[in-house]
């Protein structure tokens, strides 16, 4: 098996610690996994700078896209009318899912090298009482483009709706006031920048709004309320990953000894100034404009005239220890590199020499 480090916007790159924790079974029931979980809670709580008296964790079994789908159908439900801002590919999935769970929605779709306008968002509310959700992503990893969900949040606080946050990609990297912001339920996944390993997403729930949730789930595993019921003492309503579970209990404990989330932040931006700086000096541009770039993943084009496919690319950088990811964008003919995850400054040297050697076999 060739082994080599993912530059990919999750899952990513993780410490052999974090591996070593998955070596143990764990019963479901037993007190101490449901202490476990229960930590785990109460931390994501800190790095979200919420009080448990305001705010609550939910954790749901599967990838983010179930946590996402848990959040919208569990708190819009049949009644509500959901405002998607959509900006990126993430932002669209939020419309496959309400269209297959019968949801009255809008979407308004913003270019995907553009982050939604507060005031695009102001003057449809007011054109539409109807509307109760607002959903929108932060970290949209379809560019790379990191989305300004405060300056959005105050617009829907000021209309009375409730706002929905996918901060797959950036929360634990990027600090964000939960609160502060307007967020009622935010969403994240064990895989993203705390840097466990797939297998559950959780969920920030303003305690207020999650009690309005009861009873308008459109999904029995999916429902955001009742699992929140069944978590009380710890305790998952269905078979939990525990392992995961395990392993991003110890992700957590190394990103607090690390200096918590405004050192992994630091580390994620220079990571990603460097990255940028190194490719330009080869001929690659980004795709964001460097005000709205965010620090997790970066699109690129491909030089004029280039010669090569991405696949000849990858396959050369993944011989020499890298994954990079494919482009995503439509319009144009792109790929991204991550840098989330273990990896540093010499992890990024090294990909540019690789750059070099692959730039020369072209020549």
Not at 78 to 83: F, M, P, W, Y
Not at 229 to 251: E, I, N, Q
Request: some cysteine; proline content about 4%.
């Amino acid at each position: 098996m060739i082994h080599y480090k993912l530059l990919t916007p999750g899952p990513l790159t993780t410490t052999d610690t974090v591996k070593q924790e998955m070596m143990v079974d764990h019963c479901t029931w037993d007190d101490d996994y449901k202490q476990i979980t229960q930590k785990i809670r109460g931390e994501l709580l800190e790095f979200a700078h919420v009080s448990p008296k305001e705010y609550t964790v939910v954790l749901m079994q599967g990838s983010g896209t179930f946590g996402v789908e848990s959040a919208i159908t569990s708190s819009v439900g049949r009644d509500g009318k959901l405002l998607i801002l959509a900006n990126g590919a993430y932002g669209e999935r939020m419309e496959d899912i309400a269209k297959h769970a019968g949801l009255n929605y809008r979407i308004q779709n913003f270019p995907y090298y553009q982050v939604p306008d507060p005031a695009v968002v102001a003057q449809i509310l007011a054109e539409d009482p109807e509307i109760t959700h607002v959903s929108m992503v932060h970290s949209e990893t379809t560019s790379g483009i990191l989305n300004d969900i405060e300056s959005v949040g105050k617009v829907v606080k000021a209309a009375g709706k409730v706002f929905i946050v996918d901060a797959m990609s950036s929360f634990g990297g990027v600090d964000i006031p939960v609160a502060d912001w307007g967020i009622d339920f935010l969403i994240s996944s064990a895989n993203k920048c705390i840097q466990g390993v797939p297998g559950f997403s959780f969920i920030i729930c303003r305690l207020s709004e999650l009690e309005k949730c009861k009873g308008k789930a459109v999904s029995l595993s999916l429902d955001l309320y009742d699992q929140w019921k069944g978590m009380y003492d710890g305790k998952w309503r269905f078979t939990s990953p525990t392992h995961v579970v395990l392993a991003f209990s110890k992700a957590i404990e190394e990103m607090k000894e690390e200096g918590g989330v405004p050192a992994r932040c630091r580390k994620y931006e220079e990571n990603n100034k460097l990255l940028i700086s190194e490719m330009k000096k080869l001929g690659f541009e980004t795709y964001i404009d460097e005000e709205h770039q965010g620090p997790i993943i970066t699109t690129f084009f491909y030089p004029e005239n280039c010669g090569y496919t991405f696949k000849e690319m990858y396959e050369f950088i993944k011989e020499r220890g890298y994954a990079i990811y494919p482009g995503k964008v439509t319009e144009a003919d792109t790929f991204r590199i991550g840098n989330i995850g273990e990896i540093y400054p010499e992890d990024i040297y090294k990909l540019i020499d690789i750059y070099k050697e692959f730039l020369a076999t072209r020549e």
